[in-house]
């Protein structure tokens, strides 16, 4: 359940987190909004996929990499990477954070805590 609620609020800054400022024309603007949903339902599956099977980052190539280009021909090949090597990074953060508390929480129930 906490892992849950963690993604959740990891998506919420992910959506605060891509901000494009540039010049763009209209076509280009278009190209950008074709790329950010899919990029976000990829990363949001590999990153539930590593956590569940603590999943290195090339395991998620080897899980994910064929199936993404199939399921996306028109999209590059840096993005389908980019989107597990981040996962991959969001899942490592997650489980040092997660330990790190938890180690803080044995201390404190044993006293050791400042």
């Not at 899919?38 to 990363?43: A, C, H, N």
């Amino acid at each position: 359940m906490c892992g849950i609620y963690f993604l959740e609020r990891l998506f919420k800054v992910l959506l605060r987190a891509v901000v494009l400022e540039c010049y763009a024309n209209k076509p280009s603007r278009e190209a950008l909004g074709e790329i950010v949903e899919p990029l976000k339902v990829m990363i949001e599956e590999t990153v539930e996929y590593a956590l569940k099977h603590k999943a290195s980052q090339e395991t998620l190539h080897r899980v994910f990499y064929e199936m993404y280009r199939d399921q996306y021909p028109w999209m590059s090949t840096r993005v389908i990477k980019g989107s597990y090597r981040d996962a991959a990074r969001r899942a490592k953060a997650f489980r040092e954070r997660r330990k790190k508390e938890e180690c803080t929480q044995e201390s404190r129930r044993l006293g050791w805590s400042r």
